[in-house]
């Protein structure tokens, strides 16, 4: 029970403490250039188009027939992550492209990971549809399974402010302390989560949550968790809670 109140006490300090990304509040497409933001804003210019095609058709093929209003299916982007299962063993997080490879795999009897193109094509359609709408965790109100919710954001608060890697350094020193400056010919953004999937440029494609996640672990040189994994969800849960009442604003370009 101690240990409980103590992470519980950490969690909210991390919250009550985010310095200027608490204060200022602003998405990352603040901190793009002007080339990349006019790229952004032009259809015929901004390469997410493509995949925004492909949703289009696949919403028309596959889902429409179950989900008849893309703008009502659309508002889970903002909704998730969720806890789904009653215990902690049988249950987990899942974010929007766990769902949706979940609805792909009892459609097509076909299991494919959430990161697969398929995927990663409809969340970019969804989070297109869902630009405007304001950020909104879904706190579970079955008491077990808040229980188990709670558990996970207190999970991620301790990442958050935890030094790692070669590097030993942790998220709030970069995406709290040090917004605004350059590193390896970037700019340091807040890390509120309002503009997913995005395209990277140095991908040269389309990447979800998950991999811009791990490409941040990768950059200081510590242990990579495996895409899908519990810690990844967890820290998910606690940047979309942390950006809670922010607008949605789709999918993002990235340098």
Not at 67 to 76: D, I, R, W
Not at 181 to 206: C, E, H
């Amino acid at each position: 029970m101690k240990l409980f109140v103590i992470i519980v006490s950490i969690f909210f300090f991390c919250v009550a403490n985010l310095s200027q990304a608490q204060v200022i509040r602003q998405s990352g497409n603040t901190f793009l250039s002007p080339d990349m933001l006019r790229q952004q804003q032009d259809p015929t210019l901004n390469p997410v188009s493509l995949w925004l095609d492909q949703g289009q058709e696949l919403w028309k093929s596959h889902c429409q027939q179950c989900h008849s209003s893309v703008s009502e299916t659309a508002k889970a982007v903002v909704h998730f992550p969720v806890w789904k299962g009653v215990s902690l063993t049988s249950g987990k997080l899942i974010n929007i492209e766990d769902q949706i490879a979940d609805c792909w795999s009892k459609k097509t009897g076909k299991i494919i990971p959430n990161d697969a193109s398929e995927i990663l094509t409809m969340s970019v359609f969804l989070s297109d549809e869902a630009k405007g709408l304001s950020v909104q965790v879904r706190e579970p109100q079955d008491p077990m399974m808040k229980k188990h919710w709670q558990e996970q954001m207190n999970l991620a608060a301790q990442i958050y402010v935890r030094r790692q890697g070669r590097l030993n350094l942790s998220c709030t020193q970069c995406h709290d302390q040090q917004i605004g400056k350059n590193l390896r010919s970037d700019v340091v953004s807040p890390a509120f989560l309002t503009g997913f999937p995005i395209y990277r440029f140095s991908w040269q494609t389309m990447g979800n949550l998950d991999r811009r996640l791990r490409a941040c672990y990768s950059g200081v040189q510590a242990s990579v968790p495996a895409s899908g994994s519990p810690e990844l969800r967890a820290l998910e849960l606690f940047l979309k809670k942390r950006s809670e009442g922010m607008p949605w604003d789709g999918p993002s370009l990235r340098r």
